[in-house]
């Protein structure tokens, strides 16, 4: 009677201690490639200030920069960009009809508080992190294109033909909408979009629009900005200044 | 003169009317698949021209699929007996424009493989997924008021199945006008009165897709319509296709009051090339004007003039959507208000679109599956008017 409880007693012990040792490397490993599982939160609220008067006319670094970080065909040295062409980021030259003041801004998507963009769609792909950063679920996504009909800023992409060489950490797939993700895979490890890195005259100011102490909030009281479209009433967490 | 051809030929030429149907459907279903396999690259449409072509003929059909229905309100709700023996024809026809334009819209989507997606992932701030239960909610209550009137034991259920069609497809066309209304952005949309003139549209249009289907019918089995039967439907499309211009005219007058619209008008009447051709000769001239005179002239009205009036209005339709949807978003977003704006993706431009076979063909296909049904229905089921010994 004794023997048989101390030889289970064994057995159990043996396979506990080899179920560990099975599983803890994959539990380590799962760690490792998730970093930290703190979930995103709204306490932060993702934004950009771009000062509009340093925006070099004819500067194109964000836009290429953005294009290699996300593996966007745009960046290509042919140029020509086609009108089915991604652009996540663009440089638009503006004239004011009255005084003829020139002007040069990037434009992007614009992470709306409101975004119509989420309103319209039909299946949740468009959806906004607490963080305040607008994303397309690329599962989701059926390819409707009611986002880009919906929003105010022609800050959405279809990609209309199929994709090679992806960038790992940016997901894309043919036939559904893509925007800019404010470089959400860096944003999440740390690091700033890749526009604000590259801007040379350091235009772009990422930070955290709800922390009143960053470096962001504190140039917003002591600067005159807008969002654009206000008048929408989207709340955009981009701002501009100079406009 | 031999009036009636030998029931062998009608036979005949019936089955190479669905051959030829079930071809264009073909060519229809080709081209998705090709969309899908090469991507939107092959059609016409861009990152400024979102919606093209398909979305011209989906949504013509849908509309004209709630309008048509018209004809059964009018017998059912109504009581009218003329209408009433035409009601399960507007049935069929509601039905097999529903299917042809759903297929079209479903086809074009940059993922039709994940249908099942958008009918298991629902976004209830979206107009969307509303219309997607709006539209299968149709294909049901449609259904079972043809069962209503088709079967006798249920007759007397089709009065209120009607009136459910009839609430139903009031709020399926005002859904599909808020599909436009909701946004906010764009000049050509983002106003109330889309819902009412898509409902008053779908009444002319749902009228002359069933006057052309009746005369086919009527001429196929050499019968002759009815007289008063002929003028009452006459003058109602007439009423209707002036309504719908009155709404449209309406539309566009407000528009201009507004300054910051006046642009966007200038564009979509005057100067934007293929929309302001379309929009006066397209629609105003050949969709209103030329089939009103043949409805109401003395010397014309009779048969053919009505025919003719009604493939017009058919036609003056396409027109209208094509300037509506394609022009409205050829004109480029107000971004920036009090500036002029260049960009590489299109800021401050107009957008080019050029129609491509494969999106052209998808679109027929949509009109051949709606023909493909009709046609089957009326050959296997009793679609066709009864008309009563005496009409009142």
Known sequence: MNSIDTRRRGFLKTSLG?????????????????????????????GMLIDTAN??????????ACNKENGLAGGSSSGGLSPTDSQWIRKVE???????????????????????????CPTGA???RADGIVLVDKHLCIGCRYCMMACPYKARSFVHEPLH????????????????????????????PACAEACPNKSILFGNLNDPDSEISKKIRTVASIQVRADLGLNTGIRYQGI | MISRPPLQFKDRLFYALVAAGGLVVLMGLYAAHMMEEHGHIITGMNNQIVWGTPHVFAIFLIITASGVLNVSSIGSVFNKPAYKTRAPLAGLLSIAMLAGGLTVLM??????????????????????????????????????????????????????AGFLVFIWRFILTTGTGVIFSFLVARQAYGTAILPPMFIVISFAWGMAVFHVVQSAIY????????????????????????????????????????????????????????????FWVGYVLIGNLLPLLLIYHPAFGKTRSVLVASLLIIFG?????????IGGQAFPLSIFPGFEASSSFGDGAIGLYNPSIPEIFLGFGGVGISFLITAIGIRVLDFVPHEKPKSP
């Open chain 1, 18 to 46: 080899a179920a560990a040792v099975a599983i803890a490397p994959g539990m380590l490993l799962f760690d490792m490639a998730h970093g930290k599982s703190e979930a995103v939160s709204s306490k932060v609220r993702w």
């Open chain 1, 55 to 64: 925006c070099a006319d004819g500067c194109n670094d964000c836009v290429t």
């Open chain 1, 94 to 120: 503006l004239k004011d009809m009255r005084g003829g003041r020139t002007l040069s801004l990037p434009m992007m998507c614009q992470h709306c508080e409101n975004p119509p963009c989420v309103d319209v």
């Open chain 1, 126 to 128: 468009s959806f906004k």
């Open chain 1, 165 to 192: 060489d992806q960038k790992p950490d940016v997901p894309r797939g043919k036939g559904t909408v893509e925007s800019c993700t404010m470089c959400v895979h860096r944003v999440d490890s740390g690091q700033q």
């Open chain 2, 107 to 160: 086809l074009d989507l940059g993922r039709p493989d994940r249908i099942i997606v958008a009918a298991t992932h629902y976004n209830p701030t979206s107009v969307f997924a509303w219309n997607i239960l709006l539209y299968s909610g149709m294909f049901a209550a449609v259904v079972v008021y043809l069962w209503t009137m088709m079967e006798q034991r249920m007759n007397s259920w089709s009065r209120p």
């Open chain 2, 219 to 278: 001429a196929w089995n050499n019968k002759i319509l009815d007289e008063y039967v002929q003028k009452r439907m006459r003058n109602l499309m007439g009423v209707f296709v002036i309504a719908a211009l009155y709404f449209v005219a309406t539309y566009h007058l407000t528009n201009m009051y507004f300054a910051r619209q006046t642009e966007f008008e200038r564009f979509i009447l005057i100067t934007g090339g293929v929309y302001p051709l379309l």
């Open chain 2, 317 to 325: 339709g396409f027109s209208l959507l094509y300037v509506f949807i």
